[in-house]
């Protein structure tokens, strides 16, 4: 790997936009930062929004480090986080030339999704996808929507002609998860995955529920 290559895989761009599921983004966040990622995060006037009405006034923007490391631990410290401003099309993230690995956006919005689809690059979430697509960068999109029109199906497959990898917000159920956090821990690890990361955010399907043969409703080991 070159060593502009290893500089790449160090730094992700992360988009919090106004669809529900702010969880998968913190989660997401935490996970990155414990292993020690630089983020570069950008997130909506909605994202702000669903950050707050989801996770509470202490997950709020200015005090999302303090957050993420009150709930998820000190490890998290390993990680650097910078927001940019989803109206500046100057940050980093907007050009090229950035070493930025890839980017999700998670949870990604039915509008954000159509913007990405349709090369609309009206703000910095958007103009960052689209460089991620014409640079052949990883771009995971996290849509959540239930049902869904026509026009949004189509702009998911928009997008994954493009090359990126749509990972609507579904998490799995044979992982039997107990809990909130272990929903997000499927997500998050999916995104980390796709991302190029290892992870140990779920157990890995060794071909019997959590690796065991008890019913699935004990296999699970429960940590809280
Ligand atoms: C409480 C709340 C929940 C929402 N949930 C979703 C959702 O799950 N999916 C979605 O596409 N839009 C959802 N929306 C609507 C988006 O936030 C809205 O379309 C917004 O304009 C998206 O803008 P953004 O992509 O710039 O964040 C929700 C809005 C609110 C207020």
């Known amino acids: 790997m070159s060593s502009e290559t290893a500089g790449r895989r160090r730094t992700v761009a992360i988009a919090i936009t ?15 930062l414990e292993q020690g990622v630089h983020v570069e995060l950008v997130i909506s006037d909605y994202g702000r929004r669903l950050l707050r009405d989801e996770l509470g006034e202490t997950a709020t923007v200015d005090r999302l480090m303090p957050y993420l490391v009150q709930t998820y631990g000190d490890r998290v410290s390993a990680g650097k986080l910078i927001v940019l401003s989803n109206r500046d099309l100057g940050a980093t993230i907007a050009s090229g030339s950035h070493g930025c690995a890839g980017m999700a956006i998670v949870p990604c919005s039915m509008k954000t999704l159509a913007g990405v689809a349709h090369g609309l690059s009206r703000n910095l979430v958007e103009r960052a996808a689209d460089v991620m697509l014409k640079e052949r960068r990883s771009l995971v999109i996290v849509p959540r929507e239930t049902p869904m029109s026509l026009m949004q199906l189509k702009n998911m497959v928009l997008c994954a002609e493009a090359g990126a990898i749509v990972m609507p917000a579904m998490p799995a159920f044979y992982q039997l998860p107990r809990t909130l ?10 995104i980390l995955g796709a991302l190029g990361f290892d992870h140990d955010l779920y157990p890995k399907w060794t071909g019997t529920v959590a690796g065991t043969t008890a019913p699935a ?6 940590t809280e």
């Open 217 to 222: 409703a004990t296999a699970r080991k429960d």
């Open 18 to 32: 106004g669809a529900s599921g702010a969880l998968y983004a913190t989660r997401t966040l935490a996970a990155l």
């Open 181 to 190: 956090d272990h929903l997000a821990d499927f997500m998050a690890g999916k």
